[in-house]
């Protein structure tokens, strides 16, 4: 079993900041992948940032140079600073991982999501 717990949404005013953390917890042998998706009311669930270990870093077109991914590996954490944030980034942010459970098996577990509101 593995968890993924998100933390950090809220209600901010266009052109403010917020800081999501997604926390992984549970039965972890390796986390290969982590990263946060969104999804706004009436939208698909689009990537917005994506962090392979060892690896590269991906953003979508719209966030880029406004969001930073980075993670805590000791914490099995992933962060993702928000800045200059519009209403058009309105929506439920989820945390998502790649992990192996065992040397075996891997998956792809999601969490709860939380929500983010920017006002104009």
């Known amino acids: 079993q593995v968890q993924l717990v998100e933390s950090g949404g809220g209600l901010v005013q266009a052109g403010g900041s917020l800081r999501l953390s997604c926390v992984a917890s549970?039965?972890?042998?390796?986390?290969?992948?982590m990263g946060w998706y969104r999804q706004a009311p009436g939208k698909q669930r689009e990537l917005v940032a994506r962090m392979i270990l060892g690896s590269s870093t991906n953003y979508a077109d719209s966030v880029k140079g406004r969001f930073t991914i980075s993670r805590d590996n000791a914490k099995n954490t992933v962060y993702l600073q928000m800045n200059s944030l519009k209403p058009e980034d309105t929506a439920v942010y989820y945390c998502?991982?790649?992990?192996?459970?065992?040397?075996?098996?891997?998956?792809?577990?999601w969490g709860q999501g939380t929500q983010v509101t920017v006002s104009s």
């Open positions: 549970g039965s972890i042998f390796s986390i290969n992948a």
């Open positions: 998502n991982a790649n992990i192996h459970t065992a040397a075996w098996a891997v998956g792809d577990y």
